[in-house]
Nanobody, 120 residues
């Protein structure tokens, strides 16, 4: 069983930065395709960053240039560096891991989430 444990959430003022971490005990993040997702109150979950086993990354336009996903395989940890935060970034953030299937990542494992609150 793969367990994902997020940390690093909190409250910050607009323009500030936070770094989220996602530990994957017993597994190297390089074994999976992985991603960060968020869900704001009353809204659907959306992806904010993905990274495949080769290290290729993708971002939606809403966070491109502000968020950076990375992984440290030696530390079994996935990161999300978030800069220039905006109030609309407020959400519960989740990391997820999965295996590539038919050209896409099928996420089978999810963390419990960590809250990020950005005040104006």
């Amino acid at each position: 069983q793969v367990h994902l444990v997020e940390s690093g959430g909190g409250s910050v003022q607009a323009g500030g930065s936070l770094t989220l971490s996602c530990a994957v005990p017993g597994y190297s993040p390089g074994s999976f395709c992985m991603g960060w997702f968020r869900q704001a109150s009353g809204k659907e979950r959306e992806g904010v960053a993905t990274i495949d086993s080769y290290g290729s990354t993708t971002y939606p336009d809403s966070v491109k240039g502000r968020f950076t996903i990375s992984k440290d395989n030696a530390k079994n940890t996935l990161y999300l560096q978030m800069n220039s935060l905006k109030p609309e970034d407020t959400a519960n953030y989740y990391c997820a891991a999965g295996r590539p299937r038919w050209g896409a990542c099928v996420y089978n494992y999810w963390g419990q989430g960590t809250q990020v609150t950005v005040s104006s």
